[in-house]
């Protein structure tokens, strides 16, 4: 590590303050990945700066304690195509790692629409460095949660949660969460009841805008499925003409014809706010108990958060109840699964670097305060004018109602029991009187 980047690489590894129990937290970053990450088009310089705060409050010193696994994302640990296109079409890989397709002297701009490479995911000459190096940091850290290396894998370049099979879409130019999803669950688990069975993997969105690009891929009309291995939960904002438009994105419907039970949307309303996703959460901790997963994929996209140019949601960063902290504190802390955060949208770079900051000092059960003052380092300035960590809730009406809500309630709790009954359980624990402890 130098004062002029980040870390080469990083991992911790340490016991909570508060147990006795040893928790590893993996944190992948390089050079090269926050380097080239940021160049994305619709998030100039984000990497660097996000990963610039989590050095400076010192999470990344844990590596000095001399119990740490190291993570590397580097050009010398890059994926072969033959992991992308566990996914991505073999066409659409060729093309989007073909340097020469995207030199000034190309003549294959006449195809960039066929692969999606236009408007909002625009040519950039390091494209095929970008989707290498995401799409391995991301498949590193589930990789690491596979091996039984971590408990929590971190890769807040990751979570391109709309890229396609075949194409780019949405800022997003390569499906990372789906490679990584596609990657444990075909770990065996070994279960003391049960025995040998495959693994079930949860992805949560909580970003502003639908999965559509996770969601698509392991949608089953009609929930065919016969051994279901993956749930998908998109908590998102949705209105019309509002992107992704999908028809994937309303609120979840069991009497549907073509409703899955492991494909789920909870859309949310404008000025969405902490006590709304309190109010919400049972019904996500039900489904996670109900469905049992042993990974879980968290999208952390937090252009929800207050302060961001979409200006939709009133969420906040701080540590009330329904707030983005307490979120993923019932993840990472009472969940007990192994974890992999990936990062998403977020438009306000210091509100981004403020919020996956505190959520890697979540992770590592050292919880930065909300009042902590943002150390003194070269781009300071930009966290004008708190200067510290917090990014409090919006003031704008929230305009969910009680009546939605208690709808959601209905639904969710009605779309569990049709998950026990697919999936056999003889019985299904619930967290619900935990949620408010």
């Known amino acids: 590590m130098d004062d002029r980047g980040v870390s080469r690489s990083a991992a911790a590894s340490l016991h909570s303050a508060d147990t006795s129990e040893l928790i590893h937290v993996g944190y992948v970053v390089s050079n090269d990945l926050a380097t080239i990450s940021s160049l994305l088009p619709s998030n100039i310089n984000r990497s660097l700066l996000v990963h610039s705060l989590v050095k400076q409050y010192g999470l990344l010193n844990l590596v000095n304690l001399g119990a740490l696994r190291h993570l590397f994302a580097s050009f010398a640990l890059l994926p072969p195509h033959q992991d992308l296109t566990s996914y991505h079409t073999r066409r659409y890989i060729e093309f989007v790692l073909n340097a020469q397709n995207f030199s ?168 969405a706010s902490d006590p709304t996703f309190a109010r919400i959460w049972e019904s996500v901790e039900s489904i996670k108990n109900t469905f049992r997963p042993d990974y879980v994929v968290v999208q952390c996209g937090v252009d929800g958060l207050a302060g961001d140019p979409y200006a939709v949601w009133n969420w906040s960063l701080g540590s009330s109840e329904g707030s983005l902290s307490w979120c993923l504190s019932r993840i990472l802390h009472v969940w007990q699964c192994k974890t992999l955060l990936v990062g998403g949208g977020g438009y306000n770079h210091p509100n981004a670097a403020r919020a996956w900051t505190h959520l890697t000092s979540l992770a590592l059960r050292k919880p930065l305060p909300m009042t902590a003052d ?15 960590l917090d990014v409090p809730s919006g003031h704008s009406q929230d305009l969910n109602t009680d009546a939605y809500l208690s709808e959601v309630e209905t639904r969710f709790a009605e779309i569990a029991d049709i998950i026990c009954r697919v999936l056999g359980n003889d019985e299904v624990v619930s967290c619900s009187s935990e949620v408010n402890a």
């Not at 003194?376 to 708190?386: E, K, N, T």
């Open 104 to 271: 000034r002297s190309s003549s294959a701009n006449n195809l960039y629409a066929e692969y999606g490479i236009e408007e909002d995911c625009p040519a950039f000459a390091s494209l095929p460095h970008y989707v290498r190096l995401v799409g391995g940091a991301t498949m590193t850290a589930a990789n690491t949660l596979v091996k039984d290396e971590v408990d929590i894998a971190i890769c807040w370049d990751g979570g391109r949660h709309h890229a396609q099979k075949s194409k780019a879409s949405g800022f997003c130019y390569v499906a990372d969460c789906v490679l990584a999803i596609l990657l444990l669950k075909k770990e065996r688990i070994i279960d003391a009841e049960a025995g040998p069975r495959k693994a079930r993997v949860m992805y949560l969105d909580l970003d502003l805008h639908f999965s559509d690009g996770v969601s698509q891929a392991f949608y089953s009309p009609g929930g065919a499925s016969n051994e279901p291995q993956v749930l998908t939960f998109s908590i998102h904002h949705t209105s019309p003409g509002f992107f992704p438009v999908s028809q994937l994105s309303s609120l979840s419907d069991c009497s549907h014809h073509s409703f899955d039970p492991f494909t789920l949307s909870l859309p949310l309303a404008r000025g």
């Open 374 to 388: 943002i150390p003194d380092h070269p781009v300071f300035p930009l966290y004008a004018p708190s200067f510290t």
